[in-house]
C-alpha cells in the first residue's frame, strides 16, 4: 500500500540555522508533490510545489528537493526563525489525481 | 478575497447526538475536499466533490458519516450518531481544479469535535 513518512516528528533547531525537514514516499509514483504549513488550530496553508520532473524549487528562505529514484523530497528552510516554528506536512498526489496524500508532519521548534 | 470558512469552529456533543459540519469554499472553487486529523495523525481524506460530478466516498469510515454540497458551493458534513472515536477536526478545503494537475489545497481553520 502507498505510504508517504515524513521520519521525524519533532525537530528542534537553533534560530539562524538551516532546517531539513524529510518526506519519504514507497508504493507511489507522484506527478506532483506539496509542502504545507499547519499552525496549532489553523487549517494547512500551502508553501510550494514541485513536479516529478524537477529537481529543485525555491522560494525566498525555503527550498524543496524531489527525488524519484530516492523516492525522497527534502524541505529546507535557511536563516530559520522562531516564527517558522510549526508542523509541516508533505502531500503527494498522482497525475490526474485529484487526491492529495498526506504525511503525518514534521513539528520545528526553532529556539531563540 | 475570503478563504475557506467552517463552522462552528468547536463542537461538543454527547455520544449518540448527531452533528452537522458546514464548510464554505472560496468562491469559483470546483472542488471541495472533507479531511479528518485526528492527535498525532495525518489528514485523512473522507470525501470528495467535483462540480456536478458523483462525489468520491471512498474515505467515509461508516456509513453515520455523510456529506453533500449544494448548488456547487457550501458542503454539509453529517456524522449520525456519533461515536467518541468520532473526536477529532475536521478539516475542508477547495481547489479551482484537480489536485493532479498540481492545484494547491486551501483549508478552512477545521471544527474541532468532541464527544463526550
Known amino acids: 500500500s502507498q505510504k508517504i513518512e515524513q521520519n521525524s516528528e519533532a525537530l528542534n533547531i537553533q534560530e539562524g540555522k538551516t532546517a531539513t525537514l524529510t518526506c519519504n514516499y514507497t508504493?507511489?509514483?507522484?506527478?506532483?508533490l506539496q509542502w504545507y504549513r499547519q499552525d496549532p488550530g489553523r487549517g494547512p496553508v500551502f508553501l510550494l510545489l514541485?513536479?516529478?520532473?524537477?529537481k529543485e524549487k525555491r522560494k525566498e528562505r525555503l527550498k524543496v528537493t524531489f527525488d524519484t529514484t530516492l523516492k525522497q523530497s527534502l524541505f529546507h528552510i535557511t536563516a530559520s526563525q522562531p516564527a517558522d516554528s510549526a508542523t509541516y506536512l508533505c502531500?503527494?498526489?498522482?497525475?490526474?489525481?485529484?487526491?492529495?496524500?498526506f504525511g503525518k508532519g514534521t513539528k520545528l521548534s526553532v529556539i531563540p | 478575497g475570503a478563504g475557506v470558512s467552517q463552522s462552528p469552529s468547536n463542537k461538543v456533543t454527547e455520544k449518540g447526538k448527531d452533528v452537522e459540519l458546514r464548510c464554505d469554499p472560496i468562491?469559483?472553487?470546483?472542488?471541495l475536499y472533507w479531511y479528518r486529523q485526528s492527535l498525532g495523525q495525518g489528514l485523512e481524506f473522507l470525501i470528495y466533490?467535483?462540480?456536478?460530478?458523483?462525489?468520491?466516498k471512498s474515505g467515509l469510515p461508516s456509513d453515520r458519516f455523510s456529506a453533500e454540497r449544494t448548488g456547487g458551493s457550501v458542503s454539509t458534513l453529517t456524522i449520525q450518531r456519533t461515536q467518541q472515536e468520532d473526536s477529532a477536526v475536521y478539516l475542508c478545503?477547495?481547489?479551482?481544479?484537480?489536485?493532479?494537475?498540481?492545484?494547491?489545497?486551501?483549508f478552512g481553520p477545521g471544527t474541532r469535535l468532541l464527544v463526550l
Open positions: 468562491s469559483g472553487h470546483t472542488a
Open positions: 478545503a477547495s481547489t479551482r481544479g484537480l489536485a493532479g494537475v498540481g492545484e494547491t489545497q486551501y
Open positions: 514541485i513536479r516529478e520532473n524537477e
Open positions: 466533490f467535483q462540480g456536478n460530478s458523483a462525489p468520491d
Open positions: 508504493n507511489y509514483s507522484p506527478a506532483y
Open positions: 502531500a503527494l498526489s498522482g497525475a490526474g489525481s485529484y487526491q492529495l496524500t
